[in-house]
């Protein structure tokens, strides 16, 4: 059995996660309530965690049977101040904030993926499978769900507390409609925005208000 086999087999769990996410959302640096459904989910599978990143973040390490690199998987879990009108029977049920750049699909995504990687403890068949896929796995994949994307303090607060040590290579992974369902897009380099601060010294000659034209 293939990893898109076995991916498959966690469908309706993804769809649930997502939706529960979806519901639940919280603004920058206060996803307590998130955080915590986050490590409650890791446990039931016998993934184990750590605090990292400003009171909420969690960081992953599932580390392979075999040699090889680390890599490190990224998923934002912050809402926005946006006030959700779709009407679906799973829209947020928090007055004013709103998953409308896609975080609560990001953490469902690393969930799914700890659930591929890891090695499960219980009689299920599926468990065999995926013990064996960890058996076969080369470095170590970290999995960091970054708390406060949007207001561009969590992943500073991670990387003081170490989230990328001994990383190799990191994946900021980001849902888009403009992919298809099914694929995935890689680009070298830089792409899309970046929080960044810049200040910028001017210097001028000032001028009265109704003649602008003579100032610099």
């Known amino acids: 059995m293939n990893v898109q086999e076995v991916a498959a087999q966690y469908g309706e769990y993804l769809?649930?996660?997502?939706?529960?996410?979806?519901?639940?959302?919280?603004?920058?640096?206060?996803?307590?309530?998130?955080?915590k459904a986050i490590k409650e989910a890791l446990d039931e599978i016998g993934v184990s965690w750590r605090p990292c990143g400003l009171e909420t973040g969690v960081l992953v390490t599932i580390?392979?049977?075999?040699?090889?690199?680390?890599?490190?998987?990224?998923?934002?879990m912050d809402a926005l101040t946006v006030q959700e009108t779709?009407?679906?029977?799973?829209?947020?049920?928090?007055?004013?904030?709103?998953?409308a750049c896609g975080h609560d699909t990001h953490i469902t995504i690393l969930l799914g993926t700890a659930r591929i990687l890891a090695a499960l403890k219980?009689?299920?068949?599926?468990?065999?499978?995926l013990h064996d896929m960890k058996e076969e796995l080369c470095?170590?994949?970290?999995?960091?769900?970054?708390?406060?994307?949007?207001v561009a303090l969590g992943a500073k607060s991670m990387v003081e507390q170490g989230a990328l040590d001994g990383?190799?290579?990191?994946?900021?992974?980001?849902?888009?409609?403009?992919?298809?369902?099914g694929m995935v897009s890689l680009e070298a380099g830089p792409r899309?925005?970046?929080?960044?601060?810049?200040?910028?010294?001017?210097?001028g000659k000032?001028?009265?208000?109704?003649?602008?034209?003579?100032?610099?």
Not at 167 to 181: E, G, P, R
């Open 15 to 35: 769809i649930e996660k997502r939706r529960y996410f979806h519901q639940h959302p919280e603004v920058s640096t206060k996803e307590y309530h998130t955080s």
């Open 63 to 76: 580390q392979g049977a075999k040699h090889g690199k680390t890599i490190l998987l990224r998923g934002d």
């Open 86 to 99: 779709t009407g679906a029977p799973y829209a947020s049920k928090n007055e004013g904030i709103m998953h």
């Open 122 to 129: 219980d009689q299920l068949t599926a468990t065999r499978i």
């Open 139 to 150: 470095g170590t994949v970290k999995l960091a769900f970054q708390p406060a994307e949007e």
């Open 167 to 181: 990383v190799d290579a990191c994946f900021a992974i980001h849902v888009w409609t403009d992919v298809k369902s």
């Open 192 to 203: 899309m925005a970046s929080a960044d601060e810049f200040h910028i010294t001017v210097k």
């Open 206 to 216: 000032g001028c009265h208000g109704a003649q602008p034209e003579r100032g610099v």
